[in-house]
């Protein structure tokens, strides 16, 4: 199982975005920090705000998110091993915080892509509550069955 820490400034920062997007589903990458064995802290997440409608969402591959991918690795001294690519997050404004079968392709697509290099892939499903952020993380690894993740709420 893997273990995924939201730190609460990502967390007002999706919960900006869901707000802006109303019904309209969004999403982006997930940029991470190897923690410990299994558990990675997001420190990063990119916000495509288009390309959705109010049941799905197609996130692009532009140059802007290439260039932000450089940027970000360049800030990190290009130390993959402990800063990397994390997967995808979109919003389900409309639905449950699983996956659909769509969403789950996308996912294996990815970590199943050999240009892509990844080695697992996460999903984070989010939604705003009436109170707070809701959110889901899923792992996707190469020839294996999604599992669940656990999502961790970091204090400030």
């Not at 730190?7 to 923690?35: D, F, Y």
């Not at 916000?47 to 799905?56: D, E, F, I, M, P």
């Not at 199943?112 to 989010?126: E, K, R, S």
Request: hydrophobic share 35%.
């Amino acid at each position: 199982m893997i273990k995924l820490i939201l730190p609460q400034r990502i967390v007002r920062q999706l919960e900006r975005e869901l707000q802006l997007a109303g019904r309209r589903e969004i999403g982006g990458i997930l940029m991470g920090e190897h923690v410990s064995e299994g558990v990675f802290r997001i420190c990063e997440l990119t916000v495509q705000r288009n390309g959705g409608t109010w049941t799905s969402f197609t996130r692009t591959v532009h140059d802007s998110l290439r260039k932000y991918l450089t940027t970000f690795f360049y800030r990190h001294n290009h130390h993959y091993t402990r800063f990397n690519y994390l997967g995808e997050w979109h919003s389900h404004p409309s639905f449950s915080l699983s996956p659909s079968t769509c969403d789950q392709q996308s996912m294996l697509d990815i970590v199943n892509d050999p240009d892509v290099g990844a080695n697992f892939a996460v999903l984070l499903i989010v939604k705003l509550g009436q109170e707070e952020l809701q959110a889901r993380a899923y792992l996707f690894v190469p020839n294996f069955d999604m599992q669940n993740g656990e999502l961790i709420f970091e204090e400030e």
